[in-house]
Nanobody
């Protein structure tokens, strides 16, 4: 499976961006999907995850209420809608795919090592 992230760019604080992650060579509907980010000079960190059906979503506390993860399985694409952006949201954003099966009764994986396939990063820069 190959993942292609897009939608990054430069935005002012308080603005919005929508990131997309399109898949080829596989069907995203079979997998849990996640978004991670890596701020400059820092380690990669969890942002959000969504279950196979979209019935469950989980977020990092730092983005809860501002970001929304969603998926369109018919388009084989996962999205990250980012609103009320802050300068501290500046980072390379990565989408990732987890091939393991997860019940939606517990929190979805939030560690990078749980994910098996990764897209390239798309840079989001938020100016103050």
């Amino acid at each position: 499976v190959q993942l292609q992230a897009s939608g990054g760019g430069l935005v002012q604080a308080g603005g919005s961006l929508r990131l997309s992650c399109a898949a080829s060579g596989g069907t995203l509907s079979s997998y849990t999907m996640g978004w991670f980010r890596q701020p400059p000079g820092q380690e990669r960190e969890f942002v959000a995850a969504i279950s196979r059906s979209g019935a469950r979503t989980d977020y990092a506390d730092s983005v809860k209420g501002r970001f929304t993860i969603s998926r369109d399985n018919a388009k084989n694409t996962v999205y990250l809608q980012m609103n009320s952006l802050k300068p501290e949201d500046t980072a390379d954003y990565y989408c990732a795919l987890d091939t393991a099966w997860h019940t939606i009764m517990v929190r979805l994986p939030a560690t990078a090592t749980a994910y098996d396939y990764w897209g390239q990063g798309t840079l989001v820069t938020v100016s103050s």
